[in-house]
């Protein structure tokens, strides 16, 4: 694999990442959103390992690995899981319409670009083309954070959130140190774990996971 097939590649691998996270805005079923954000994490482990490849660091083909195990097989799995048992198989309405959000996606997408133009200009790496959609994956996260009223949704917008700011990571510096994505990747397992219990508990209470009629629930009292 020579230099140049490698930076278009991970130029590619970019694009199909900026794809998913707008897939993520755009699908409604929340068994969708669990396949989407598994394969925005393939995109994701496979960018890490050609970013790897290309540049010498080593140590990012671990960190691709450990992408591929947590983000495309165990956070999934337990989603997916969590999914089945709340039995929650489609998102109530979002905040905002899906076209409306789609073109505030792409406004970000725009000042993304926009916003990282002299970062550009100044690196001399070959991921940085790339960063500017890091930060696109990162602000469309959190638009989904925002505009989904689902607690499962919000959670997967906040690891898609965390997935724009991984790839922003190996686009700016070719990665953190092992020591930080192995916390992060123990986090976040955690996390998963802690968000299922407690979902599963508020299912039950609230028969809903809707945040809105909880928020309806919490003024009444």
């Given at each position: ?14 694009a ?5 996270a ?10 969708g ?21 290309a ?15 947590m983000?495309?097989?165990l ?15 489609r998102?109530i ?11 505030l ?7 993304s ?7 550009r ?73 802690i968000?299922?219990i ?5 299912s039950?209470?609230?028969e ?10 919490k003024?009444?009292?």
């Amino acid at each position: 694999m020579t230099h140049t097939f490698a930076v278009q590649l991970n130029s590619l691998l970019a694009a199909l990442i900026l794809l998913t996270a707008f897939a993520l805005l755009a699908q409604r079923k929340i068994l969708g959103l669990v396949h989407i954000f598994a394969w925005q994490g393939f995109f994701l482990a496979l960018s890490t390992a050609v970013i790897g490849y290309a540049s010498g660091e080593h140590h990012l083909y671990i960190s691709s690995l450990l992408t591929l195990v947590m983000k495309v097989i165990l956070l999934p799995y337990i989603l997916y899981t969590l999914v089945r048992k709340l039995k929650v198989h489609r998102d109530i309405d979002a905040v905002v319409n899906i076209p409306t959000t789609m073109l505030l996606g792409i406004m970000l997408v725009v000042f993304s670009y926009h916003l990282t133009a002299p970062i550009r200009e100044l690196s001399n790496l070959m991921t940085r083309s790339t960063l500017a959609v890091a930060l696109a994956t990162v602000m469309l996260g959190m638009l989904m954070m925002v505009t989904r009223r689902h607690a499962v949704t919000q959670i997967l917008g906040f690891l898609a959130m965390e997935n724009g700011l991984f790839f922003a990571a190996t686009s700016a510096t070719y990665g953190m140190p092992m020591v930080v994505e192995l916390g992060v990747a123990l986090d976040l397992l955690i996390a998963a774990f802690i968000f299922g219990i407690f979902f599963f508990h508020i299912s039950t209470t609230f028969e809903s996971l809707d945040v809105e009629q909880m928020a309806k629930l919490k003024e009444t009292d």
